[in-house]
């Protein structure tokens, strides 16, 4: 067993392991993996990241003074995430623009580190 560690490639792969532990990467992915969230809808942290992209990209609209329209947060439909030095979400949010009942599907990236957010792009699908 001890000659096993010895090799440089054991002594990398058992590295990256614990580095992988300590700095809280979940069991089974890796760092710079997109990979899908299930049960999006029910969701409360996809649900409140998607709600701040949202919020974010209309208080952004309103230090612009741009005349683009006043979104709504219906829900996230669906979500990706990526370990980067935090969590990267690419999220599909359904909206309502102007308070109207047409809703429209915008495209979003949010990066999240510890208690900060913050919305990379938000687009029309």
Known sequence: MSALIRSPTVR?????????VLCGVPYGELVGEKTKIANVKMNKEVQDVGRFAVEDSNRIMKEMASAKPELTFVEVLEAQKQVVSGTKYYLKILVNENG???????NSV????????????LTVS
């Open 12 to 20: 990398w792969a058992l590295l990256l392991v614990l580095a992988c």
């Open 100 to 106: 109207g009942r047409n809703s429209i599907t915008y």
């Open 110 to 121: 949010v990066v999240v580190k510890g208690s900060s957010k913050e919305l990379q792009i």
